[in-house]
């Protein structure tokens, strides 16, 4: 799974991109982000208020019960506002 990270949550979790293999219990965004903020303290204070962070599954806005598997590109990002 390729794991995309943008702005401020590239800044704190100090990569911008990343292949994991999450285990099999991860199925969904919820679980990935939970997954992924025991990755490392940077990990930790990008995913501390998940509801700060929005997320693209194979370039597609999901929810946090949208599904996740093996080959899925995951992108996170703050929330983006118009103008």
Excluded: C
């Excluded at 911008?16 to 930790?44: F, K, M, N």
């Amino acid at each position: 799974m390729k794991i995309l990270y943008f702005a401020w949550v590239r800044q704190k979790v100090g990569l911008a991109e990343e292949d994991v293999a999450p285990p099999a219990s991860v199925t969904d965004v919820a679980g990935l982000v939970g997954w992924l903020a025991g990755r490392s303290p940077g990990h930790a204070a990008a995913f501390a208020d998940p509801r700060q962070v929005r997320a693209a599954v194979n370039q597609d806005f999901a929810t946090a019960d949208q599904a996740v598997a093996v080959g899925d590109e995951v992108a996170f990002f703050p929330p983006v506002t118009g103008g």
